[in-house]
């Protein structure tokens, strides 16, 4: 079992920005890579970002491409999420999820994560 655990979602303006964390518990946090993913109301849950286990991989949905940076370190068993530039259409409540390093399939693929956390409200006013 992994156990992953969200913070630092809050109510920004347009133009501001915020720092996502995900603290994880359990297994060896070296043995995962780690996505993020956002659901706003009434859509589908939908990739953000995600990061291999050693960090050297990272993979961006186009939406954040240029806006947003994942990172991760493994001796703090957190993976972070850097969103700049917010706008009005990243309001969401953040999941991050965890999923085994030796899966070779795409990191976009929620069925591919094992572990969820419970999410973290983002909202970005206009």
């Known amino acids: 079992q992994v156990q992953l655990v969200e913070s630092g979602g809050g109510l920004v303006q347009a133009g501001d920005s915020l720092r996502l964390s995900c603290a994880a518990a359990?297994?060896?946090?070296?043995?995962?890579?780690i996505g993020w993913f956002r659901q706003a109301p009434g859509k589908e849950r939908e990739f953000v970002a995600a990061i291999n286990w050693s960090g050297d991989n990272t993979y961006y949905a186009d939406s954040v491409k240029g806006r947003f940076t994942i990172s991760r370190d493994n001796a703090k068993n957190t993976v972070y999420l850097q969103m700049n530039s917010l706008k009005p259409e990243d309001t969401a409540v953040y999941y991050c999820?965890?999923?085994?390093?030796?899966?070779?399939?795409?990191?976009?693929?929620?069925?591919?994560?094992?572990?969820w956390g419970q999410g973290t409200q983002v909202t970005v006013s206009s």
């Open positions: 999820a965890a999923r085994s390093r030796y899966f070779s399939g795409s990191y976009n693929y929620p069925p591919e994560y094992a572990y």
């Open positions: 359990g297994r060896t946090f070296t043995n995962y890579g």
